[in-house]
């Protein structure tokens, strides 16, 4: 299957305050958000990006969705270099990917009713006036927003935490996009909500046959609604492969703490701590040679040195580290 995005060798980094000494020696600070990632992302398929907080995976889905400039390399959406688009191509991409936010009590100005906040890209893509409230109630049936009339008229501080990532969904899929961005989509949810949001969102993207990120800390999650996973380490992919598949025979180090410490995973299953020492590390001065090896119970001398790669060690499996090379 053609890819639909291609990232390649991509690079963002965010420059931070000098110190006066920093001033003095003339350097430049930054934190190294996303340091070089490279993946593919087949037409119809579902990828989760996994790791803990400040991995980078944030950064990458905002640079996918040109919320972000990368500092350096390329992505690609069905072909065109994002980074290039002006004008009406902009435009159709901006309606093409969509982000669904992690946060449903934030996303949705307190003031708009359900039918202004799901017409609200509406207006922005300049679609006619007359054809919002038909589209609108589109997509609410699509999130399985039953009454459709009795929730047009709400305001957010009327519904449910539950209702109001529907309308959340909603609004990302009113214009009919073929890729979603979704950041930490259940986070801020109920327990008892999580797995019915999943749900849905698993069936949508089915039913529309849409492209899909999921960005999440929570290994569970990628589990029940992502084919592939991406594992994330301190801004650079660290294990790509077919989800259950990493799951059940992780080959990186880090893959193998964050599977260790949701023995079954459930959705709704509370976390143990990771089994691996300290923390990750001031993504402004990262290690040298792997980034993982302080906290890695197999680093070696040459995992100071010298970077590993992400290559293949099977088919649809790669992994950067030194216990896998050739
Ligand atoms: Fe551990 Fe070395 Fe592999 Fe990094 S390259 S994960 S430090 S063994």
């Not at 639909?4 to 110190?19: C, G, I, N, Q, Y």
């Not at 979603?180 to 849905?200: H, K, T």
């Amino acid at each position: 299957m053609a890819a639909l995005l291609e990232a390649d060798d991509v690079v963002k980094h965010f420059p931070v305050k000098r110190s006066l000494g920093e001033i003095a020696t003339g350097r430049h600070p930054a934190v190294h958000a996303v340091d070089g990632i490279s993946f593919a992302i087949e037409s119809g398929e579902s990828v989760g990006l996994l790791g803990e907080s400040g991995c980078g995976k944030t950064t990458t889905g905002r640079l996918l969705l040109r919320l972000a400039v990368p500092t350096a390399g390329t992505i690609r959406f069905d072909g065109q270099d994002i980074g290039t688009l002006a004008g009406d191509d902009l435009a159709t991409f901006r309606r093409r990917a969509q982000l669904v936010f992690q946060n449903p009590f934030e996303a949705l100005n307190p003031r708009f009713t359900v039918l202004r906040a799901i017409a609200e890209p509406l207006v922005n893509a300049g679609v006619p006036r007359a054809d919002h409230q038909a589209r609108v109630v589109e997509a609410m049936r699509r999130v399985n927003l039953a009454d459709v009339d009795q929730h047009l008229d709400k305001y957010p501080h009327q519904m449910s935490g539950g209702q109001l990532q529907r309308v959340v969904l909603a609004r990302a899929l009113v214009l009919e996009p073929i890729f979603l961005v979704a950041d930490e989509p259940v986070s801020m949810l109920d327990v008892s909500v999580r797995a019915g949001i999943l749900n849905l969102m698993r069936d949508v993207r089915q039913a529309m046959g849409l492209t899909a990120v999921y960005i999440s800390h929570d290994l569970a999650l990628v589990r029940y609604v992502c084919d592939r996973t991406l594992v994330m380490y301190l801004g650079k992919v660290v294990e790509d492969g077919p989800t259950e598949e990493v799951i059940r025979l992780p080959q990186h180090p880090y893959t193998q703490a964050l599977v260790k410490a949701v023995p079954v995973p459930h959705v709704d299953q509370s976390h143990e701590p990771l089994p691996i020492k300290g923390n990750v590390p001031d993504a402004k001065n990262p290690p040298s040679g792997c980034r993982f090896r302080d906290r890695c119970p197999h680093a070696m001398a040459r995992c100071a040195s010298e970077e590993p790669p992400l290559r293949e060690v099977a088919p649809r499996r790669r992994v950067a580290c030194h216990l896998l090379a050739a």
